[in-house]
């Protein structure tokens, strides 16, 4: 069996991180509809289903988007797995006195937060795609399912959202620029402009998709 090289992993890496970011941002401008209102919010979910018809049956798209979006998460955690353990064993002794290499905290943080994401992205389609973990859990009323979700009463839900959200934006923030790295920017203000804007989408995902939780927890959304 051919072992795909680290440099087939790394591209495998930034492209389908690519597409998860691309999904993640349509993503969230769909969410943020929400503050439209009930009638254009719940219009908007049930149009999602129709997408594709009458070539397609209702929510086949959505199925199918989930199936490659899967196939893309199954890949890009793969190959940072493989990544991983490559670079464990080309350095399998470690040193009484290593010195410590400094790098930036979502870089560090990249494992953990993947862990958190993966449980998160299972909750999440337990509780708004399907409904079974949602206090509400009417398909034909996603407004209300998400008002149910992040009520006060359910701070806890809104906790791990932020926790899961925090997460994404750090690991976007190291993954972009690592993407553009892997994707050829290799010179020093092609790397600083790569960093200043993976900075800044990350900040745009973390405040986009917490202002709708937020929102809820506070009363502006009700």
């Known amino acids: 069996m051919v072992r795909p090289s680290s440099v087939t992993l790394k591209i495998i890496m930034a492209v389908s991180g690519i597409l998860l970011v691309l999904f993640l941002f349509a993503h969230m401008a769909g969410n943020l509809k929400i503050f439209l209102g009930e009638t254009d919010f719940d219009h908007y979910a049930h149009w999602l289903r129709t997408i594709g018809t009458p070539l397609l049956p209702d929510t086949w798209f959505l199925w199918i988007q989930r199936a490659l979006l899967t196939v893309a998460l199954v890949a890009h955690i793969y190959a940072a797995a493989v990544l991983t353990r490559r670079a464990r064993q080309a350095r399998p002794v470690k040193y009484a006195h290593r010195p410590k290499i400094q790098g930036?905290?979502?870089?560090?943080?990249?494992?953990?937060?993947?862990?958190?994401?993966?449980?998160?992205?299972i909750y999440h389609i337990l509780d708004l795609t399907t409904g079974h973990l949602n206090p509400k859990g009417d398909r034909e009323h996603p407004y209300a399912n998400v008002?149910?979700?992040?009520?006060?009463?359910?701070?806890?839900?809104?906790?791990?959202?932020?926790?899961?959200?925090v997460a994404v934006g750090l690991h976007l923030a190291h993954g972009i620029f690592?993407?553009?790295?892997?994707?050829?920017?290799?010179t020093e203000k092609g790397q600083k402009r790569a960093k200043y804007i993976s900075i800044a989408l990350s900040l745009v995902l973390v405040v986009g998709y917490l202002s709708v939780p937020f929102a809820v927890l506070t009363g502006l959304v009700d």
């Open 178 to 186: 690592s993407a553009a790295r892997t994707l050829g920017q290799q």
């Open 104 to 121: 930036s905290y979502a870089a560090r943080t990249m494992r953990w937060g993947g862990v958190i994401v993966f449980l998160f992205v």
């Open 147 to 165: 008002v149910a979700d992040f009520a006060p009463d359910r701070w806890f839900v809104t906790l791990f959202y932020t926790l899961a959200v």
